[in-house]
C-alpha cells in the first residue's frame, strides 16, 4: 500500500470502482509521462449530484459535489497508475466546471472542492493549475465536471 | 495511402481543406510528440451548423454536428502530419462544447458523435479521454465545439 | 533583459507581480517543456474587469478584458521561467472563456484579445492553438479567463 493510499484511509474516502464511460472513449489515456482523464461528474457514494450550485444547492453542497469528482478523478487515476498511487508525481491540471445560473460567481469557492482534495491526499505534489469556469447545463445535470491532467512515474 | 485514409475512404468521409484561423492563432500547434488542436466549430459540408441544441436542434442533429467538428478535427491532424495519417498513435484527448439551454443534460449523446467518429476512423487508437460539457453561446452560434490532443509518431 | 522583455517594453507592457492563488492550487505547473498556467481572470491595471460581453460590457471592452488575462498569463509564465523570458519556445494553447449571455457569438474577436498580444509579444512563436467560448457566469464575474499551456527550454 502506497502512502497515498495510506492517506486515504486516514481521510476515511474510500476509492469508488472508476466508471467505465458508456460510449467511445476511455476513462483515461496515457501519452508519455502525462494522464489525461475524462471529466468525471459529481457521483458520490448517494449517487449523481444534481443541480445548479447557488440555486438547487448551496455553495457547501457545491463543494462536497467537487469533492466527488475529485475522489472519481483519484480513482481513474489510480487505475492509470495499475493501483499504484506511489507512482503519482504531480497533479498538473484541473478543469473545474460548475453548473450554474448566469448571476453565480463563487465557482473557485466551488472547485475548492476538489483542489483541497488533491493537496489533502497528494502534498505538495497535489498543488495544480487550474481553471473554474460556469456552465449552463452538465451531463445528466451533475452539479460540478472536473476533467485533470496528471503526471505520473 | 496509410490504411487511416481508407477507412475514411470506407465510411465515405472526405476530409475538407482544413480552415486557416483569420486571427492570430494557429488550426495546431505540434509540440514533442503531441499536437494541440484548435476548437473546430460544426461546419459541414452544407455550412456552419448553428443553434442551441435540444432546442432549434435536435439531439440528432447534435450528434451529427460534432461529427463535422471530429471531421475538421481529423483534417488539421492531416496537415499537423504532413499529409500522412498514419503516424496518429492516439487520440489523447476531446473538449466538447455544446451550445445549449439551462435545461439541457444530453451533451454526452452529443459529443458521442465526434467520439464515434474517432473509433471509427482509428479504431482502439481512436479511444480517447473527453469531457462534455454544455455552453451557452459558442462562436458564430455553431451548435458544438471540439478542441483536442493528439499523440503523433 | 530578454528580446521579449524588449519587446514587451516597446508595447508599454508593464507585467504585474503574478498573483498568488488564495486556494490550494498553484499558479503554474511545469511538468517536462511544458508549462500548464491556470486560468487567469480579466484583472487589469484599474482591477477586474467585470460583467457580461455584449451586454454590460462592449466587444472592445472585451476584448481589453481578454488583453489583461494575457498580460496576466505572461507575468505566471515569466515566474515559471524564474524570470527568464527568453526560455519561451512556443505558445501551445490557450482556453479562452468569454462571459455572456446566450445570444452572443462574437467570441473569437474578443479572446483575439489574448492572442493578437501572445504574437505581439512573441513573434511566430505566440501563435497558438485555442478554444473560444462562452461561459454563463465567471469568477467574480470576470469578463475574460484564459488558461494556457506554454512550451518553454
Redesign the interface.
Known sequence: MSSVDARLAELNIVLPEPVAPV???????V????V????QVSIGPNGLVTG?VGAALTIEQGIEAAQACGVNLIAQLKAACAGDLGRVR??????G?VN?????????KVV?GA??L??AVFGDA????????????????AAV?V?G?F?IA
Do not use: W
Not at 489525461?36 to 471529466?39: A, E, R, T, V
Not at 450554474?100 to 473557485?108: L, T
Not at 497535489?126 to 445535470?141: I, T
Open positions: 460510449a467511445n472513449y476511455a476513462p483515461f489515456v501519452t508519455g509521462n502525462l489525461f482523464i475524462s471529466g445548479k504531480r497533479v498538473v491540471k484541473l478543469g466546471f450554474c445560473n448566469p448571476d453565480f460567481v463563487d465557482q473557485p475548492n483542489s483541497d488533491m493537496v497535489g498543488r495544480h493549475a487550474r481553471a473554474a469556469v460556469g456552465a449552463p447545463a452538465l451531463p445528466l445535470d465536471e476533467d491532467v503526471e
